[in-house]
């Protein structure tokens, strides 16, 4: 198995809702990423996990909260958002903290802030 | 800090042709290691191709090669005998000894049949 599954695939939330993605990989990859997309711009480093540690937070606001329960699994807690964070989001996994590692992607879940 | 440069925002080429979509980027570091990554329309980001920065012998994957000129931190794609299904936005990427991935802007690639 060499996919990444994210799910939902699209969700709509007003700026009061809490919400969570889910990604879950099952190819004993032991580091998973969230990254922020943009039409028509590069994926942005939000977080990344190696190990089921946060090891890298790049200043991502409060409001987006990372969890991850286990090694195959990676959620992302959504909470009072702004229309500008509506976006894609992707996750990725590796399958250790080895830059030479390819990252593999999943199909991303589309969010939209009312 | 390291920065990675796709100067053509677009390209198009026509199937069965030749395209070279270009990426360079800038580093202090020695070693380390390049990509290219493939976002087709509505699907998942794959990897293409990738090139580690102490082989001196560039990358080959079927149709897609590169030309890694570590000199001139430059690092171009190249797609033979291109097809409808090459239509995408492609990502040139560089990472050192972190797990981060520092990507380019992005080459849209359009293919007419």
């Known amino acids: 198995d060499t996919e990444v599954t994210q799910t939902p695939k699209h969700l709509v939330m007003g700026m009061t809702n809490k919400k969570s993605l889910k990604c879950e990989q099952h190819m004993g990859h032991r580091a998973m990423y969230w990254y922020k997309q943009k039409a028509k711009k590069p994926p942005e480093l939000m977080f990344v996990y190696s190990y089921e540690k946060l090891s890298i937070n790049e200043s991502v606001p409060s409001r987006f909260s990372p969890e991850c329960p286990n090694s195959s699994l990676l959620n992302l807690h959504l909470h009072a958002l702004q229309p500008e964070d509506s976006a894609l989001y992707l996750c990725a996994s590796s399958q250790g903290a080895s830059p030479s590692g390819e990252q593999f992607f999943g199909p991303g879940t589309r969010l939209t802030v009312l | 800090a390291q920065t990675v440069t796709q100067s053509q925002p677009e390209m198009s080429v026509q199937e069965a042709e030749t395209v070279t979509l270009s990426c360079t980027y800038d580093t202090s570091e020695s070693d380390y290691y390049l990509f290219w990554y493939k976002q087709p329309p509505s699907r998942q980001m794959i990897l293409v191709i990738r090139?580690?920065?102490?082989?001196?012998q560039n990358a080959t994957e079927n149709r897609f090669s590169v030309n890694f000129q570590k000199a001139a931190k430059s690092f171009s794609l190249k797609i033979s005998d291109s097809q409808l299904g090459d239509a995408a936005m492609y990502f040139c990427a560089y990472s050192h000894n972190t797990d981060k991935l520092i990507f380019g802007t992005g080459t849209r690639l359009q293919v007419f049949p």
């Open positions: 090139q580690e920065a102490y082989k001196q």
